[in-house]
Nanobody, 126 residues
Framework: QVQLVESGGGWVQAGDSLRLSCTAS????????MGWFRQAPGKEREFVAA????????YYADSVKGRFAISRDNYKNTVYLQMNSLKPEDTAVYYC???????????????????WGQGTQVTVSS
């Protein structure tokens, strides 16, 4: 059973930065693309960013492009989400997820991911 554990969430003010981490329990981490999603209260879970197996390709939702950066360290089985210039509308629970083996790297729907972390809360105050 694959386990994904997120960390790094918290409460910050608008304009601040946070870095989220997601560590996988599996040794095959480096064989899968990874993604970050978020879910605000009363809203559906939405795509934030995705990264290819090697880390050479990244994709972002328009709402975070230029402010967030996804990266990975395959030696540490960890994927990161650096979040800069945070806005109150970024407030949500953030989830990392593993892409299905047959999913393209640019996978922005939840059905393209098969394992999910428990989520970490990010709250941005104005």
């Amino acid at each position: 059973q694959v386990q994904l554990v997120e960390s790094g969430g918290g409460w910050v003010q608008a304009g601040d930065s946070l870095r989220l981490s997601c560590t996988a329990s599996e040794r095959t981490f480096s064989s899968y693309g990874m993604g970050w999603f978020r879910q605000a209260p009363g809203k559906e879970r939405e795509f934030v960013a995705a990264i290819s197996i090697s880390g050479g390709r990244t994709y972002y939702a328009d709402s975070v492009k230029g402010r967030f950066a996804i990266s990975r360290d395959n030696y540490k089985n960890t994927v990161y989400l650096q979040m800069n210039s945070l806005k109150p509308e970024d407030t949500a629970v953030y989830y990392c997820a593993r892409q299905r083996s047959d999913s393209p790297t640019y996978s922005y729907t939840t059905g393209r991911y098969d394992y999910w972390g428990q989520g970490t809360q990010v709250t941005v105050s104005s």
